[in-house]
């Protein structure tokens, strides 16, 4: 598979194709080749560079600038003679790794008058080390969510036709991969929204974006992100800490701007015969994906979603329990707990200071973050109210809760521990998940007895035991 998983320069085809595209595109070159083309590229991983050369070399024939924006850690790895080679003009920025590549980009640009350019290209080196992902109800291997990126954006056979539109079409305003204009879920959706509306920037649900955030643009459509009050300062470091960060919500607001100004958002078809192939399984990992739990009449906590299930493959289950027979695991390789023993249960009796001790260990941990406030704050809102069941109490195979504990707690305060509630079971997937599959119940029952001290729920055992 590692075949699949690295940067090649395929320096003989694609010169065979730059050369092909010249010819059939020679009017539009010629019409186009004096109006000035920004291409700003973040490079991250250097090793990219031997292919994207290939890349940036579609733009022979056109007046182009070259910003790279790259992190302060590669600076020895930047072949900068072989970069100045493809243009003499090119100017490097280096900064700290902050921000992903929406960071470097939005400080690039205001380096720049963006009135002297009429197009510019925004282009990053995507990873390839994956063997698979599958998001955006897209299935991608290894180097597909590169080549994707480019071959949308600057590949031989679109970049003139791009260049083109950009340029002359009034009613374009981005361009890149058409299957990468995409929508998110709801979950990145609603953190999307508060993540801009904390920064004082109101967005409406809906939104499109270009995931991958390779696209070419019309200068006008930066303008607004360009002035926008943020510093390096304000991204966090990557990798980032848990959840949807400004570069994330600064990726989806650079196409919102676009389709401020009126203009239109629009794509280049793509390895389109890779698609076709992989849609029937794309289908199928729809089904069992866990962007279809959004299907069932629940609400989730959106960070909770984002940190434990996005882009994962589950089973679920509505089962009725008596919320005793819940249990709780603060991380992996923790202690499992019985509801009564743990600390937000614990504080509802009385006994407040542990409960301190576990929003500390939370806050260390990088777990959703918990204050005595806020869990007071429930404790009123469900007095008051009562437990509402759309926010239904998450667990998994072996009972114990993903996402709801304070909530349980607070049921089994008032009603008991023996008071029944609809939980929703959810199962991750995985390579753990199949070899179940695979081994007798007994088997099962003793590795988890073992393991965790608990048996899991019927549900977990193999086919042939369930009723």
């Known amino acids: 598979m590692r075949i699949f998983r ?8 694609r010169s065979a194709q730059r050369r092909a595209a010249a010819a059939r595109n020679a009017a539009l070159i010629d019409k186009n080749r004096d109006r000035r083309i920004l291409v700003v590229l973040h490079l991250f991983y250097p090793e990219s560079w031997k292919e994207i050369r290939e890349y940036l070399l579609n733009f022979s024939g056109y007046t182009w600038d070259l910003c790279i924006t790259f992190p302060d850690m ?59 992902i599958y998001i955006y109800r897209q299935l991608f291997f290894g180097r597909d969510w590169f080549l994707n990126l480019y071959e949308g954006t600057v590949g031989a056979s679109v970049i003139h036709q791009t260049i083109d539109r950009i340029l002359n079409d009034p009613g374009i305003g981005m361009i890149g991969a058409r299957n990468l204009i995409v929508h998110d879920p709801v979950h990145k959706e609603n953190l999307i929204i508060r993540r801009l509306q904390e920064a004082g920037i109101r967005v409406e649900k809906g939104y499109r974006f270009l995931a991958g955030t390779c696209f070419a643009v019309k200068p006008s459509c ?3 992100l360009k002035e926008l009050p943020f510093t390096l300062d304000d991204f966090v470091p990557v990798p980032s800490s848990r959840g949807m960060s400004l570069a994330h919500a600064l990726e989806r607001y ?49 960070e909770y979603f984002l940190w434990r299930l996005d882009n994962r493959f589950v089973r679920w289950q509505v089962r009725r329990m008596k919320v ?20 937000p249960y614990r504080f509802l009796q009385g006994d407040r200071a542990p409960y301190e001790e576990y929003c500390r260990l939370h806050k260390e941990k990088g777990y959703p973050s918990m204050t005595p406030e806020r869990f007071e704050a429930l404790i009123r809102s469900m007095s008051e109210e009562g437990f509402d069941p759309r ?14 504990q304070h909530r349980a707690c ?11 509630i609809d939980v929703l079971e959810v199962e991750n997937i995985d390579r753990i998940w199949l070899i179940k599959r695979l081994i007798p119940g007994p088997v099962v029952r003793l590795y988890y007895r073992k393991r965790f001290g608990v048996e899991p729920l019927r549900s977990s055992f193999c086919a042939a035991e369930r009723k």
Request: proline share 4%; with cysteine.
């Open 410 to 420: 607070c049921i089994a305060h008032k009603h008991g521990l023996d008071y029944e």
């Open 74 to 132: 590669i600076e020895e790895k930047l072949d900068r003679e072989d970069i100045l080679s493809i243009n003499p003009r090119t100017r490097f920025l280096k900064m700290e790794n902050k921000g992903f590549d929406i960071g470097p980009f939005l400080m690039a640009v205001r380096e720049y008058d963006l009135t002297s350019y009429e197009a510019v290209f925004k282009l990053q080196s995507k990873g390839v080390k994956r063997i698979f």
């Open 391 to 404: 926010h239904i109490i998450l667990v998994n195979e072996l009972g114990v809760i993903r996402d709801g």
């Open 324 to 343: 005793g027979d819940l249990r709780y695991q603060m991380g992996p390789g923790e202690k499992i707990l019985p509801l009564e023993e743990t600390w």
């Open 254 to 302: 650079m196409c919102i701007l676009a389709e401020k100004e009126g203009l239109r958002i629009e794509g280049n078809d793509v390895l389109k015969l890779r698609r076709v192939i992989r849609h029937p399984l794309e289908k199928v990992l729809y089904g069992i994906s866990s962007e279809r739990l959004h299907d069932l009449p629940y609400d989730f906590d959106d």
């Open 222 to 224: 930066l303008q607004s």
């Open 6 to 13: 690295t940067y090649y320069s395929h320096k003989t085809l």
